[in-house]
């Protein structure tokens, strides 16, 4: 069975074919389905679906029947007929309701006048347009089409209905004409007729005078003689005399519960009563709330104004000037309004204050707007509550941005979200109770729903045949799962996808491509970024519309404007993206942000450090969707290769090292040509960074070995200086000094011969460093007085700092001030926390630990050693776990603590075996110190010394100093 009216759906044997890859395939298939029995020259097919193809179109057609017979499978011969000259579907071989709406509409034209069945399933059948959601030229000429025969059926129906005396299936079947075909005019009249046979002649004026209005709008020309005799008799029917009668408000009741927007709708009533604003404008995307806060808002204004407020529906009122129509139908005026409709309004409403609501306006656009200004400016009294996905752009307009419901739970108790879920569940006949097995899911389903409203309603519904968790699971396909069959519902709000549909449909073209274009950002967006995506230089009309619309948020900060959409905009963005077009997004979105990164390789060592990585921290997850896309089947690796290899100096500092070395490890494990390109040399030497502060040692130094070797083929002397001396700081971390002093030593010759005064300092304080380490303290001295030098020319925050970190170790060897040490490494502490390099940070805080506790203060040294074994775990970094482990020890036994000691140090021990690596040398002493002391005072009560205890554990047991 094919089911071609509505949405494209195909069940052979009452299984459903599999989705379609691409909706070119899907349309080949439909059009040959609709001409099931005649068969379609090749030619004539890739004619009409590949127009544009250098050859014809004959490739792309044969990759799609293909397509089609693989999906089609076992029934495939069954079911297809082709050749090499055309293709087809053979008769009978599938039933199709578009097969089946033409035989009833055949009968209903056979001689003897038309059926009453017949002429009834037609108008049932295609009561969806024909494959909704495609827009190829031949759906459309035949959606056209089949509509006019609906529209036909509609009518000939409407007389049936009436000449039995059934007028409100009359009215039905004649406005059903009207909806596609408002210039009919005998579809106007047969309602006019209906309405009068029904006693409702008010009604029946009211319509006339909209046909009449109608036609001389847009036709130019009055209602034909046949009509205007009819409109003679309703006016003696009358009395010759038409009543305008105000009728009471007729706000809609609120059939459920509202939840949260305390202080917009507070702000809403305060601008209305107090501000005496005459215009509010609720904005908001679409299933966000925007109709359902209006009426509560109608609700609690009819008090104060003693009940003088009125629902005005703008969903279904096509053009913008019938608003004062529909205004007037609202407050119940039903007979023919005076030839000025804003005179009426006013003569109805009098001079009381008034509020009218109007739901809907965003399709109607500047008219809309222009029309409603004159109403303001035309009736005094009245005051205005719209709704709308897009500001009305009115002199006087207060725009109140309606936000998603919140999703954090608050003192007061659950978030509104999952207030409305619960709340939701009980009308589906689910009740979930407070603090039941369901509830986790509930409150992470409402978050990744991120609080719309609507889509949480619609999961709520699916509560009838899934769990709370089916739908968690489940969520990705949120477009196909969150559908509602509630009749009452708006055809818009039966889906979430047909919500947004709606929204990107009031777009101009090239702000539906700049929505689609914005999917492969994430977390925010810049201007210029999308600039780059779209290729175009002056993108602010665009994302100024897509603003006005909703369906992107801008927000300001320091550095400038910033845009948003939430993820749900996102991925419905994604979902609707033709896949070339989207690869061309993908691709020169990772070229902007390799632009980006190759910036702040050049500016991040010296005084912008800070401002560049606060760049880098905002785009991070911009930077890891260029980073995805490269890996993906289509992307390209040597791009993805080049952009980790910018990131080494922010990645050492700010990011998960684990996450870091996955994608660098990714993109060399990808095929590449010159393996002494640029961007491999810098890709391994990442690696090797992060790899090192990972606690990996091995990969590090292969990685670090291979990256070097490709300075040297290249010639590059800056990355060779840089390359030797992290060889060199790699040997002094894992404790071989030797191999330290030999790279760190070539790396300052080589450094000689560069400008940049960053690598010489760099090369010059490791070298000093692991001259520390190795005892001559004069020649560390020396070159950290040297690097110093040169760090200041540089200006980098982050070399400033190590030199402070290198001279309060300097004093931990030699001089013993521990004063000296502490004021060092809080300056280093503070200096690496200034540019958030949290790993060099931990070891400084290691310092003020070992200083504290030495200054008699353990309490202070077990909170600097907790600290940095907090932001260890955090990163990832286990390379100094030892250390951190022995600090906290030595400050417990300090404290008399002597189990929580002597159980921490057999936790360090067994951490230095795991990693390999032995201590550094200037923390080895307190090591050794703290465990002689313990073995001085004996060993502590029980089994503590053998008690095995983690790192968890002590982070979650032991936030304190032990006492």
Known sequence: M?????????????????????????SLFAYLAYRAGRTVPREVLADLFWPEAPDGGRNSLSVALSTIRELL??????????????????????????????????????????CLEDLEACVRLAAEPLLDGFYDEWVLLERDVLAAHRAEAALALARIYLDRGDTELAVEMARLVLATDELNEDAHRLVVLALKRSGNIAAALHQYALMERILQTELKTPPSETSASLKRELEDEAGGRLKDLLAPSNLPSGLT??????????????????????????????????????????????????????WVPMGGVDRAELLPDRVLFALGVTQQPPRDPFQAIGLVLGSRPALLVLDGLEHHGLDGALILRTLLERVGCVACLCTSRSALQLQGECRIQVPPLGVEDGDEGPSPSLELFLDRCELAGSRLELGGPDLGDARALCRVLEGIPLAI??????????????????IEDRFGLLESDELDRAERHRSLAATLEWSIQLLSPPARRAFGALCVFRNG????????????????????????????????????????????????????????????????????????AEQCHRHARGQDQARWFEMLDTESDNLNAALDWCLGDK???????????????????????????????????????????????????????????????A?????????????????????LGYSVAWEGVMGFLIGDLARATTFLQEAVEISREVSDPWVRSYARLHLGFVCLLAGDASQAARLTAEGLVEARRAGDGWLLAYAEFIASA?????????????????????????????????????LRGLAACRQGDPDSGWRFHLESLHRRSDMGDWSGVPVALDGLADAAERLDALEVASCILAASDEWALRLGVPRLPIFQPACDDVRARIQARGDPPGQGSTRRVTVEEILASWDRPPV
């Open 2 to 26: 094919v089911r071609m009216f509505g949405t494209l759906s195909v069940t052979i044997g009452g299984e459903p074919v599999a989705a379609w890859r691409t909706r070119k395939t899907a």
């Open 73 to 114: 499978g076992e029934h495939a011969s069954t079911i297809l007929k082709w050749d090499r000259v055309s293709v087809g579907i053979l008769a009978d071989a599938l039933a199709t309701d578009v097969a089946e709406f033409h035989g009833h509409w055949q009968r209903a034209r056979a001689p003897g006048g038309p």
């Open 257 to 310: 519960r509202f939840f949260g927007r305390k202080e917009e709708t507070a702000t809403v009533e305060a601008q209305l009563l107090q501000q005496r604003r005459r215009l509010v404008t609720l904005i908001g995307p679409g299933g966000i709330g925007k109709t359902r806060m209006a009426v509560e808002i109608a609700h609690r204004m009819a008090k104060p104004l003693a009940g003088r407020v009125w």
């Open 457 to 474: 309603e619609l999961a709520a519904s699916r509560l009838t045949d899934l769990t709370v968790g089916d739908l968690l699971q489940r």
């Open 525 to 596: 967006f810049d201007a210029e970024a999308v600039g780059a995506v779209l290729g175009d230089p002056s993108p602010g009309p665009v994302l100024s519309e897509l603003v006005r619309h909703s369906l992107v948020e801008r927000r300001e900060s320091p550095s400038g404007a910033r845009y948003a959409m939430l993820d749900t905009m996102r991925e419905f963005a994604l979902r609707r993206a033709e896949p070339h077009e989207l690869h061309g997004f993908a691709h020169r979105h990772a070229i902007h942000f390799e632009r980006l």
């Open 635 to 697: 992307g390209d690796p040597e791009l993805g290769r080049s952009i980790v290899g910018y990131l080494h100096h922010y990645w050492m500092f700010r990011r998960s090292f684990s996450l870091s070395k996955l994608y660098a490890q990714r993109l060399l494990e990808c095929p590449f040509g010159d393996l002494a390109s640029d961007a491999v040399g810098r890709c391994r030497f990442t690696l090797s960074g992060v790899a090192m502060y990972g606690g990996d040692a």
């Open 699 to 719: 990969t590090a130094l292969e990685a670090g070995t291979r990256s070097t070797a490709v300075w040297r083929e290249l010639g590059d002397s800056w990355w």
């Open 810 to 846: 300097l004093e931990t060897a030699t001089g013993r001030d521990w004063s000296v040490v502490a004021g060092s490494a809080e300056r280093a502490h503070l200096g690496f926390d200034a540019i958030k390099d949290q790993w060099c940070a931990a070891w400084a805080l290691n």
